[in-house]
């Protein structure tokens, strides 16, 4: 008689929690292609797949980031958080050649946290105890914590809280009074680790983006700008190539010390207008107040697509505005007959010369007639 094969062995039973914590279960997952590049829609696509591999609790985070939820996926593989994240890890860099930097914690706030601080394809973990976190929370700068923009953090800071540690021990009625009552109150929570948000599942299918990164670190507002002239410009074409316009654009700014700042605003209207998402963009680069900061890229992503004919414009009694919009329709003809290099705004050209380079658009032909300026 054949012997019967032997039985596989049962999956260590992961260990539970220490009465009063929460187990580390939320991934805050950054995807960096080789040579620390952005990855490719399609790449982030596939990506987003593995992670569906693990768990079917996965918000994409545009353009290279995403959240997972991986708690109810650790008595199936036998493996504690940490233990997934390597699985992630090593998959995505053998399948796909991508980088992964991975934060574990107990929530989302505490797993971006730890994501941020943690070197290009390096794991990092908060443990789930109250110490443990309030350790991790506390020598961090008040900004440092999500939702905390620049002015936000600068009144706390007027008040001699500038410290996610000096923020926990204020009074809430403190914050309150400082803040708001309904963003004191988030902060209150936010700086004691509290972040009862959960991880929505989602598609990255309503949002296309395009990234500069520039050859050095650059300093220069002006240089910054000319780059998201660029980025508002291809947005713009792509959007109006496929019938398509945004409701929200994001700016995402990337630093030399490899952390970054992303924020979005809601539009007036849902537009694929050059011209309005340039403003747009100029208005968010602005409210960041970035005076000698080291900016390694910008990246703009249009949000919230719908298709182009449910969009509502304005009219304008402004006769710049309908040339504009004249212009702008000329360029998108001239682009369909001859190619998409034919007319680019000067700041493209500039913006492909030693300064850096449009990831998505390398090559800066000679400018047509009608291109714009910045």
Request: glycine content about 8%; some cysteine.
């Amino acid at each position: 008689m054949t012997p019967a094969p032997a039985p596989t062995p049962a999956p260590a039973p992961v260990p539970p929690a220490t009465p009063g914590t929460a187990p580390p279960g939320m991934l805050h997952v950054r995807f960096r292609a080789a040579g620390d590049a952005s990855v490719s829609a399609e790449e982030y696509e596939e990506l987003l797949r593995l992670l569906a591999r693990f768990t079917p609790v996965v918000e994409a985070l545009p353009p290279d980031a995403a959240l997972a939820d991986v708690r109810g996926a650790l008595r199936y593989f036998g493996r504690d958080a940490a233990g997934i994240a390597e699985l992630v890890r090593l998959r995505a860099l053998a399948w796909h050649g991508v980088r992964c930097t991975i934060g574990i914690a107990a929530n989302p706030l505490l797993a971006r946290m730890a994501a941020q601080g943690a070197e290009p394809g390096e794991i990092r973990a908060v443990p789930g105890d109250a110490g443990s976190v309030a350790a991790f929370l506390a020598r961090r700068p008040a900004s440092a914590l999500h939702g905390v923009g620049p002015a936000t953090a600068r009144t706390l800071c007027a008040y001699g809280l500038d410290s996610v540690g000096r923020i926990a021990a204020a009074p809430l009625a403190t914050l309150q009074r400082i803040l708001g009552a309904k963003a004191g109150r988030a902060v209150h929570e936010r700086a004691r680790g509290v972040d009862p948000t959960p991880v929505t599942p989602n598609a990255a299918a309503r949002s296309i983006g395009s990234e500069h990164r520039f050859v050095r670190d650059e300093l220069d507002p002006a240089c910054r700008r000319r780059a998201l002239l660029s980025l508002a410009d291809d947005l713009g074409d792509r959007m109006r190539a496929g019938g398509q316009a945004a409701r929200a654009l994001t700016l995402t700014v990337r630093y030399a010390d490899r952390s970054a700042t992303s924020r979005t605003r809601r539009l007036a209207e849902p537009t694929a207008h050059g011209p309005a998402l340039t403003e747009a963009a100029y208005a968010l680069h602005a409210a960041l107040g970035l005076q000698r900061a080291r900016v390694r890229a910008v990246a703009l992503r249009a949000e919230d697509l719908c298709r182009a004919e449910l969009a509502v414009r304005q009219l304008m009694f402004d006769p710049a505005d309908d040339k504009a919009h004249r212009i702008e329709a000329a360029v998108d003809r001239a682009r369909a007959r001859f190619g998409t290099g034919v007319v680019h705004p000067a700041a493209k050209i500039a913006a492909g010369k030693p300064g850096g380079a449009v990831a998505r658009d390398p090559a800066f032909p000679r400018l047509g007639p009608g291109a714009a300026q910045p």
